[in-house]
């Protein structure tokens, strides 16, 4: 864990937390997405985020 955390700039307490069942923010999980997950994964996940805001949501 300490070599992840190190070389991912994460402190060894804000990833062990992580380990012990707490989520990570969406941001994380999608970063996550883009590094490790497979090409179809990241163009999926790029194509679901390029999608138009919803106007209830566009503030």
Known sequence: MANFTRIRRVTQS????YESGRMPPQQVLWALHFV????????????????????????
């Open 14 to 17: 804000g990833g062990s937390r």
């Open 36 to 59: 490790y997950g497979s090409e179809k994964e990241a163009q999926e996940l790029l194509a679901q985020l390029r999608q138009p805001v919803p106007e209830r949501l566009a503030g």
